[in-house]
């Protein structure tokens, strides 16, 4: 591994985490930098969506159904070929839906990743379901800001 290599994979890793930061503040702008801006996908369950703006309102008129939402990536594998590269990622959630749900979620993304000229973009993630179940948030929350 050269330090290109080392560099590009770090960045990829800063992209995944900006994406979760994205989620967890309710930031659409910061969330929708990690997408590439021309044809972006995100596949979640059977729901397809095409095209960075899609993917983006689909964000920001999904987010508001929650009081908590924090999503944290756990362990990532990448593989980088030239100006394209691919990852592997187990997402968990801990949700709260405004009307008082509690749930937790894992999942594996599945991602493809493009170089740009403003850096490395996320492409393509498509996110297999792989638990869902109740959480037992009796705690208390505070919004993030």
């Known amino acids: 591994m ?5 560099i590009d994979e770090l960045s990829i890793r800063r992209l995944v985490d900006t994406f979760c930061d994205g989620v967890n503040s309710r930031d659409a702008d910061l969330w929708s930098s990690v997408w590439a801006d021309d044809g972006a996908e995100f596949r979640l369950g059977e ?5 960075k703006d899609a993917i983006v309102a689909g964000f920001k008129s999904g ?8 999503q944290v990536a756990t362990n990532g594998r ?3 070929t030239g100006d394209t590269a691919t990852g592997r ?7 709260s839906l405004a009307g008082g749900a509690d749930s937790q ?13 403003d850096g490395w973009r996320l492409q393509r993630r498509e996110v297999e379901r792989i638990y869902k179940g109740t959480a037992a948030l009796d705690g208390w929350t505070r919004p993030v800001v």
């Open 47 to 51: 729901n397809d969506i095409v095209g």
């Open 2 to 6: 050269d330090l290109q290599d080392v």
């Open 78 to 80: 990448i593989e980088i």
């Open 89 to 95: 990622w187990y997402m968990l959630e801990i949700t």
């Open 105 to 117: 979620h894992l999942g594996l993304c599945r991602d493809e990743y493009t170089r740009s000229a």
């Open 63 to 70: 987010i508001v159904a929650y009081d908590l939402l924090v």
